[in-house]
């Protein structure tokens, strides 16, 4: 695989392992995405999932092994830099800005993207591309009538919306969801799903989801995570049909569905 | 730089959206204009020489107070230390104007830029490990720092010149205009400028993109970092920001008073700002700047008033943290909204029945109080005082009784109304909530 020419996948995850004291977490996955790429990471409750976001994305410096993004080593790396590499995230467990206007909330989440860094001398107000992209972005997630309320005072599924809004308002090229549908109503989540496949287009797409409506829908690949392991990766149908994962999850997860 | 660099590329062209004014605005500008003409003004209305002193350490407790904001409500660092910027730009700049030859071609107006200077350099300093982290971190170091460099007072004599601190002549500099500054009046309008320069340059780096990313990160330090900024570098820049314009103060504070002690870097003084920032108000901008009048006024008129002047203060910012922790600033936006409903009308009843027993029970709270100092302090076999312009004698029991009185009546009546105060505001703050 690695002799081959051509670009190197978007994401690229071998050995990685992760402990918390002595509880293994993260038990040894290899993971290659490629560009382009929608990439569904399903599993049981508590399988690592989250965890495994937090490490690709720098949350937390891995215990062993090595996480490429378009063949830079990020392993260890700081959250901002790797974001600046151009992989931006979401949380599933609501992280905004509560003190700020929703419309703050997506402007500050443009501003390193737009090249701004740590700037003094630009005002932020007086910058059309910033302010329109806000806007944008305000209008993509529905938000637009709730642009001036702190974002702390939104509902639960609003504060979601935003969620998404900050992860994808920078136009990265690699957007990772843990859950993006997380709580929402169905409507709500067949908005959030067209609009997570609008602007992950030519983008490469890792999300977390429980719901497997979503997952079936959206995804190319999916890879199972079974108590901090990979026990299959595969197209949906290759997946689907897989004894090892109707067995330790799929069968749980399609029923519940019904 | 090898990384790849595709976040930069623009986003794609999209359906027109609504473009955003971006241009100063009338709307904008007034606060600004009408403040810069109070200033103006200002030394026409008062103008006894201890009026415009009071002015002058009034404009110096706002730039300080503001620049401490850029801390506390802006970037969320709680500084214990923010005395030791303004300090040290205050102590430079008695330092160059003893430097005769130096002094002598520079015009006083620009001296508080090398006070500004200076603090931030000591910012650069000391930010470079202290704005690692905030919250508890951040203010023990601040705590540390400032107590670090007030014991370094009475240790490095050359600079800060031990227990008498250091004094200089202002006059001395290049005459500017042919203004010395020999009157207040001339130094009122130097302060005024940098009052009006450094709020503006303020408000302006709130607008910016570190401006704002100092909020983010006050409100979520980790979310800043998945957005490609480190939560440090920009708690650091802001930090040294502050710096600077504390150092401004400083520069000012030299000016005005031509000495320098230890007492303007000491914790006490860190601590005072603190309490003027936060009784201003830390949420909106201009927050500060109230809470500095009113520390001011506190200070140079009620001290003449009561020798516990100090006591009040500190009630009113318990007070102030307990029930109005958005502080003067925050009580004045919350009606807003009823304003913007039209229903503010709704509020001036239950507002007098609540205000007017709670004014009663303050001033026989207070009455009482200074009773009691009066019958611990005053001379031997002087018994008489005056309070609120009625003599009378302070170990007589009656003005006792009657204050006391006063103050638990005051109370109670104003317990009473408090629950329809609050729904009052319930429905002033409703839309529609006072039709039909
Ligand atoms: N910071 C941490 N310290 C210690 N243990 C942790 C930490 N983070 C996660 N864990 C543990 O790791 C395990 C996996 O958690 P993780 O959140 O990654 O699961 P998940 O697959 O995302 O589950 P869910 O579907 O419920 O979100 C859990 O047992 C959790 O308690
Ligand atoms: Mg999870």
């Known amino acids: ?258 | 730089m090898t990384e790849p660099d595709q976040k930069h590329t623009p986003p794609p062209a999209r359906t027109p959206v609504r473009a955003r004014p971006a241009p100063v605005t009338l709307a904008n500008a007034l606060p600004w204009i009408l403040g810069g003409l109070f200033l103006l003004a200002m030394p026409f209305i008062f103008q006894s020489n201890s009026a415009i002193t009071i002015m002058n350490q009034m404009a110096i407790t706002i730039i300080f107070a503001l620049s401490y904001n850029m801390l506390l409500g802006q970037g969320g660092m709680l500084s214990f230390g923010h005395a030791v910027y303004m300090g040290v730009g205050g102590f430079l700049c008695v330092h160059i104007m003893n430097w005769g030859d130096v002094f002598a071609l520079m015009p006083l107006p620009v001296l508080p830029v090398f006070g500004g200077v200076f603090g931030m350099g000591l910012a650069l300093i000391v930010g470079s490990f202290s704005t690692r982290k905030a919250g508890t971190i951040f203010a023990m170091i601040s705590l540390g720092v400032g107590e670090l460099i007030a014991a370094c007072s009475v240790i490095i004599v050359a600079f800060f010149g031990g227990e008498e601190g250091i004094s200089g002549d202002r006059t001395y500099g290049l005459p500017f205009f042919g203004v010395e500054f020999l009157h207040q009046i001339e130094v009122y309008y130097l302060t005024a400028f940098w009052l009006m320069l450094s709020a503006l340059l303020m408000f302006l780096f709130s607008r910016t993109p570190i401006g704002r990313m100092a909020n983010a990160v006050r409100d979520n330090p980790e979310r800043a970092e998945f957005l490609g900024y480190s939560a440090r570098w920009v708690r650091f820049y802001s930090f040294v920001a502050a710096g600077f314009f504390a150092g401004i103060a400083g520069g000012l504070f030299a000016i005005n008073y031509e000495i320098l002690t230890e007492e303007n870097l000491n914790l006490a003084t860190s601590g005072q700002i603190l309490l003027v920032t936060f009784l201003g108000g830390v949420g909106f901008f201009f927050g500060p700047i109230l809470g500095a009048i009113l520390f001011t006024l506190l200070q140079t008129v009620l001290s003449l008033q009561t020798e516990i002047w100090q006591l009040y203060v500190g009630v009113l910012f318990l007070a102030t943290v307990m029930y109005f922790p958005g502080g003067l600033a925050g009580v004045l936006m919350m009606h807003a909204l009823p304003l913007r409903l039209g229903q503010a009308g709704l509020l001036v009843g239950p507002y007098i029945r609540t205000l007017v027993p709670a004014v009663v029970c303050a001033l026989g709270a207070a009455s009482a109080m200074e009773i009691l100092f009066h019958l611990r302090h005053a001379a031997l076999g002087e018994s008489e005082m005056t309070l609120f312009w009625i003599t009378f004698d302070s170990h007589a029991p009656l003005p006792l009784a009657i204050a006391a009185v006063a103050a638990v009546a005051g109370f109670w009546l104003a317990r009473r109304s408090a629950p329809a105060m609050a729904e009052a505001w319930h429905k002033a703050s409703t839309p529609h909530g006072g039709a039909a």
């Open chain 1, 1 to 258: 695989m690695t002799a081959t020419p051509g670009p190197p996948p978007a994401l690229e995850i071998a050995g990685l392992k992760k402990s918390f004291g002595k509880a293994e977490i993260i038990r040894g996955v290899d993971l290659s995405i490629g560009a382009g790429e929608r990439h569904a990471v399903i599993g049981p409750n508590g399988a690592g999932k989250s965890t495994l976001f937090n490490l690709i994305t720098g949350r937390f410096p891995p215990s062993s092994g090595a996480i490429r993004l378009h063949g830079h080593d990020i392993s260890g790396k700081a959250p901002f830099e790797i974001n600046r590499m151009g992989l931006s995230r979401s949380f599933q467990i609501t992280n905004i800005f509560p003190r700020m206007t929703v419309f703050e909330n997506v402007r500050c989440s443009l501003l390193w993207a737009q090249g701004y860094r740590y700037s003094f001398w630009h005002m932020v107000n007086r910058s059309r591309d910033l302010n329109e992209g806000a806007e944008d972005i305000l209008e993509q997630i529905n938000l637009t009538e709730r642009r001036d309320l702190p974002a702390g005072v939104l509902s639960y599924a609003e504060q979601r919306a935003l969620e998404i809004g900050i992860t994808i308002a920078g136009g990265a090229n690699v957007i990772m969801l843990d859950e993006p549908t997380a709580g929402m109503s169905h409507s709500e989540t067949d908005y959030i799903v067209n609009l997570i496949e609008k602007v992950t287009e030519n983008k490469t797409l890792v999300m977390v989801e429980h719901d497997m409506g979503v997952v079936f829908g959206l995804a190319d690949r999916i890879s199972v995570l079974v108590y901090g392991e990979i026990i299959a990766t595969g197209r949906p149908e290759e997946v689907r049909s897989n004894p090892k994962v109707q067995e330790a999850y799929l069968g749980a997860a399609l029923e519940a569905e019904h």
